[in-house]
């Protein structure tokens, strides 16, 4: 569980390290999913952008024990802890990034949307390596919406953010470098600004993401906004799928029956899935 202290830094900054979260038989179990999946993400996709990034999801019969971290109980006890008992896992993804820098950005425009990722690391990085920098407060407001007015050199696929060729490089903008080891895990807010700078080839990050389920007319619209999100990224990512293998459900978990549902009450799921 999460302890007392590690709660009030999620809500004060938007983001909290649980170091040495994972066993090195987790490290070793994860790595070797993802040198099968990266095997067919590089058959079948370019390298998108400056980021050099491939991105997959993880629900295919060939990365179960990834797959299955969205269920364990030492993660989403901790997501229950921050956003509350209803809650709902959306997505298990790795990227394998090659390009030195992520560009800033958040992971949701929708103010009314409550959700957060893990971001799971199989390299140890910091600064000068491709570390995940993150502008503690970002994820909520005005400081969100204020970040908008800096005029940043770059951006990938985010249309609220100010381009213009003299803007800041993502190491220019004061920001919290998150230095990990091998093994430690990132809770964050989507609502929060974050970037990489420094990376070099096949930087590994395994995520997932989680959002509360919606209570108000406000929230249900914010999930909506999120589907439409989701589904342009994957003209750029096309293997962003849940898999009909993970949605079969063959262990009959009730979380993930509970989940499934609700991606299909508001759109995550097309009629076929």
């Not at 470098?177 to 093994?183: R, S």
Request: charged share 25%.
């Amino acid at each position: 569980m999460l302890s007392e202290l590690e709660i009030t830094q999620f809500e004060v900054f938007g983001f909290v390290v649980l170091r040495g979260f994972l066993s090195q038989h987790d490290i070793d179990t994860l790595n070797a999913e993802f040198d099968v999946a990266l095997e067919r993400a590089e058959a079948t996709m370019e390298r998108a952008s400056f980021r050099k990034q491939l991105n997959w999801w993880n629900f295919m019969p060939d990365t179960p024990f990834t797959a299955s971290l969205l269920e364990q109980p030492r993660f989403l006890d901790k997501v229950k802890q921050l956003l509350g008992e209803e809650v709902v896992a959306s997505f298990s993804a790795s990227n394998s990034f090659s390009g030195d820098r992520t560009d800033w950005h958040p992971d949701t425009s929708q103010k009314n949307w409550r959700g957060l990722k893990f971001g799971i690391y199989l390299q140890s990085l910091d600064g000068s390596n491709g570390a995940l920098r993150l502008v503690p407060g970002s994820h909520r407001e005005p400081m969100h919406s204020e970040f908008k007015r800096i005029p940043l050199k770059e951006g990938f696929a985010h249309s609220d953010v100010l381009l213009q060729d003299d803007g800041l490089t993502v190491d220019q903008v004061p920001s919290h470098i998150a230095a990990v080891e091998c093994g430690d895990v990132l809770i964050f807010d989507n609502y929060a600004w974050h970037g990489s700078y420094g990376g070099g080839e096949d930087r590994r990050l395994i995520t997932m993401g989680y959002f509360a389920a919606p209570k108000t007319p406000e929230q249900e619209d914010a999930v909506r906004e999120q589907v439409t999100a989701e589904s342009k990224i994957r003209d750029i990512f096309p293997l962003l799928q849940r898999d009909p293998f993970w949605l079969n459900n063959p262990d009959n978990n009730p979380e993930r029956a509970k989940w499934i549902a609700t991606l299909r009450k508001y759109g995550f799921l097309s009629d076929s899935n």
